[in-house]
């Protein structure tokens, strides 16, 4: 808990707490794997990240600990005995916070040097009696001398001074741990405890969980010779009602020990104050106080998210040398096919908790944030999969961990795009790095799901998960080829935002035109296929799914849903200052146009507004535009209080339902996660608000008004006299997702849902958790609760507020 490590995660400095009444040391957050949460995956704790600058000279972090003892088996049983049409049993559903009988215990971190971290630990006693906390600030290696070394270096923690230990480690160097004197100092080591596991003597008499047995059993489970490889420092605290006290450790490279008095304060001091300018200077002067702080916890999530990730695929398909043998004969392994990929990096990770890996499009919502506060880190991330070790041969990129040969829907280009901009626009070198690991990827995507190779895609569930009457990433029913409206909106897309990439490049050389030329007429021929080839429904003014049988009869999968507005996305304006600056790309585009009439509409909509004429590049053309944007707007279907949803609200009185031979399969309205287990864990949402496909498509609505300004109106929401411009209707969105994190007028924030814990108590109150997706009516968090990574994009709409 609340843990930081060097950059290779050798050495590692958290926090474990007990209460006295637990059966184990509370080090870690407790929560149900896949097949015991009746939505999947959940933790079952409460904590929040509250601050962090991007260089992480200053953090804070917060978690409420019951004082009762935790209710271990009653979550897991309260959670078997619920159904997937049930909410998740929570820990505040047990009871355990009633009276407040509770510990907040706020971790600040502040660095006086790179290699000089001070760490306070303060808890508050928020009940109504005296009571007593353990705190043990503890410090460990990374257990990488059991990975088969013959000779392998062991490092060691021990007790240098009766206020200090010291930790040394063969490549890091001498690192001490100052502390007051009054906690006791425990050793083990960090060891399997084989005895415990299997029965058999282990590597060390000390292993890993000795101070854990030691704190709660008393067993003589640390080492009296007072070192080890993993070490605690023992604080027995008794704490008034009401009242808090803290801890003081510091982590200094060398032997010296480092100051805890006045030294420290002035650093904690300063870093905060630091802090606090760094985020005044960027947070908008048009929001409030509220809006503030959350654009400033959403970023400290985001931050607080990176952690160390290694994983060599070879190694782990062969099996260490250290560990047992392969087994013989071993075929379709997991990620078999990757057997390049060597991970050693810090990764913005989805979420610390539930998704502890990398996620390639996750990563790339993650960066356009980022850019804002950390531009370096931010591009590092964005080029990091693309890298050799990471990109497949092939041109594909690793999805995720559990299935690198996944398909992510392909937002890396988008998200460059976001960065360089965002960054001042002057790292041209860096978008070209991109641009042409980007190429590699682009080709994958057009020879591996284009199936029938006439520019209508595929891709499989493409993050969309249960939204579908079937599992898209399986074979489709009956031999049928799925085509996909969201497959081909992302490839319409992806030529689009390479297009722009490549007119950016073309102003420094001229080669990128004829690049520039490639994309946008690979766009007209998907972008016309989509219009001509099915995905479109005339009757209905939407785009769809649609099943092509061997015989040529194709079934529109007549689900209204994301996957029929994401075609919004697919999106762009040229204005005639960039031709005129581009004269063999406009003569070129314009030789395209009268040599290929037939896929020239979606590339020459052009309109003129202010005296400047501007060309719209979409794959919805204006008169499809106020049909969709109709059904977007329409409260009744998309639009929430909230956001957009989904799925179209009219599916809960007018299910979807799909009969094929084999087949029978119907999509209802579900605002919140999905009875139907067509994924397993906690992929079955079917309904709610996904915060990034809303970004997208707010983004979208700000192209189209770019073109047209103030010349178009239309009413928000749908049937309302209000009329409004796209701009106003980009913001009107902006302002509902935005709303889920805010205070409202009875005090309480939409995410929270309807706990009464959140509503009546300000430290509940403002631990704002930035949820993976949010129910379609209420706004209610779901999903990973601190999926804080590409939620994050709150903070990308409040910093382009408008005043």
């Not at 282990?202 to 080492?223: L, M, Q, W």
């Not at 003081?248 to 006045?262: F, H, S």
């Not at 630091?274 to 947070?283: K, P, V």
């Not at 060597?342 to 539930?354: G, L, Q, T």
Request: hydrophobic share 40%.
């Amino acid at each position: 808990m609340a843990g930081v490590c060097d950059l290779d995660q050798t050495l590692c400095l958290s926090l474990a707490l007990w209460n006295g009444v637990d059966p184990i040391l509370k080090e870690r957050m407790f929560g149900l794997a896949g097949p015991e949460g009746n939505h999947g995956e959940d933790v079952k704790e409460y904590w929040s990240y509250d601050d962090s600058t991007p260089t992480h000279s200053w953090m804070t972090w917060r978690y409420h600990y019951p004082q009762q003892a935790y209710p271990y088996d009653e979550l897991v049983a309260g959670n078997r005995d619920r159904g997937r049409d049930q909410p998740e049993f929570e820990l505040a559903d047990t009871g355990i916070f009633d009276h407040d009988r509770y510990w907040a215990v706020t971790v600040d971190y502040a660095k006086a040097a790179p290699d000089d971290i001070l760490m306070r630990i303060t808890v508050e006693n928020r009940g109504p009696e005296a009571a007593v906390i353990h705190v043990l600030p503890t410090l460990w290696f990374r257990n990488t001398w059991a990975w088969g070394d013959p000779n392998p270096s062991i490092p060691v923690i021990r007790e240098q001074t009766s206020q200090s230990l010291l930790a040394e480690h063969p490549v890091l160097g001498p690192m001490t741990l100052t502390h007051a004197g009054v906690g006791e100092p425990l050793f083990c080591d960090n060891e399997t405890n084989a005895h415990r596991l299997f029965g058999s003597d282990g590597r060390s008499p000390y292993p890993k969980d000795g101070i854990n047995d030691h704190v709660v059993g008393g067993a003589p489970t640390v080492n009296p010779a007072l070192q080890g490889t993993r070490s605690a420092l023992h604080h027995v605290l008794e704490v008034a009602a009401g009242g808090h006290t803290e801890v003081r450790v510091r982590l200094t490279a060398g032997q010296a020990m480092g100051d805890l008095g006045a030294d420290f304060d002035d650093v904690l001091l300063r870093r905060k104050a630091e802090a606090d300018t760094f985020y005044t200077d960027l947070t908008p002067a048009s929001l409030t106080d509220d809006e503030a702080l959350v654009l400033r916890r959403s970023l400290a999530g985001l931050l607080w998210g990176k952690q160390f990730y290694r994983f060599d695929v070879e190694r782990w398909l062969d099996g260490d040398p250290g560990g047992p043998p392969t087994p013989l004969g071993r075929t379709g392994v997991r990620n078999g096919e990757w057997r390049h990929l060597s991970a050693h990096d810090v990764i913005s990770m989805p979420d610390p908790w539930e998704y502890p890996w990398f996620a390639a499009w996750d990563l790339a919502f993650h960066c356009v944030p980022l850019a804002h506060i950390d531009p370096a880190f931010a591009k590092s991330q964005l080029l990091l999969l693309l890298r050799e070790w990471y990109q497949h041969p092939s041109g594909q990129i690793p999805a995720y961990e559990w299935s690198f040969g996944d398909v992510n829907p392909p937002v890396h280009a988008w998200a460059a795009l976001q960065v360089f901009h965002c960054t001042d626009s002057s790292d041209v070198e860096w978008l070209e790095r991109v641009f042409h690991k980007l190429l590699l990827n682009f080709t994958w995507w057009v020879n591996r799901k284009d199936s029938r190779g006439v520019n209508v895609f595929g891709g499989g569930f493409l993050g969309m998960d249960n939204i579908g009457a079937f599992d898209r990433s399986s074979t489709a029913p009956e031999g049928q080829i799925l085509e996909q409206s969201d497959g081909t909106a992302w490839m319409a897309s992806y030529c689009l935002d390479m297009l722009e990439i490549a007119l950016v490049l073309a102003e420094h050389d001229a080669t990128y035109e004829d690049l520039a030329t490639k994309f946008v007429q690979h766009f007209a021929y998907i972008a016309t296929a989509a219009r001509t080839q099915g995905l479109w429904d005339d009757q209905d003014g939407f785009f769809y799914d649609q099943l092509l049988s061997p015989d040529g009869t194709r079934t529109p999968l007549r689900i209204r849903s994301l996957v029929g507005l994401l075609p919004l996305v697919a999106t762009t304006t040229i204005g005639r200052q960039t031709l005129e600056r581009l004269p063999a790309f406009a003569a070129q585009l314009e030789e395209f146009t009268t040599r290929k009439p037939g896929f020239a509409a979606p590339i020459s909509v052009t309109h003129v507004r202010d005296g400047h004429e501007g060309r719209l590049l979409s794959m919805v053309d204006p008169q499809h535009l106020v049909q969709v944007l109709g059904s977007l707007l329409d409260e009744e279907e998309f639009l929430t209080p909230f956001g957009v949803r989904s799925l179209s609200r009219r599916h809960q009185d007018s299910p979807f339902v799909l009969q094929l031979p084999g087949l029978s399969a119907s999509v209802g309205y579900e605002p919140g996660e999905s009875p139907t287990p067509i994924f397993g864990g906690n992929s079955n949402w079917r309904g709610p608000i996904w915060f990034p496909m809303n970004v997208l498509l707010v983004q979208s609505l700000k192209r189209f008004a770019r073109l047209y300004g103030d010349d178009l109106h239309l009413a928000c929401p749908t049937g309302s006299p209000n009329q409004a411009t796209l701009s106003e209707i980009a913001d009107d969105v902006s302002r509902r997702l935005v709303s889920m994190f805010l205070l409202g007028a009875d005090g309480r924030r939409p995410g929270h849902g309807a706990d009464p814990l959140f509503a009546r108590d300000p430290g509940w109150r403002d631990m704002v958790p930035f949820f993976e997706y949010f129910h379609g009516d209420s706004g209610a968090g779901l999903g990973a609760s601190h999926q804080t990574g590409w939620t994050a994009l709150v903070a990308e709409l409040l910093l382009h507020r408008e005043s």
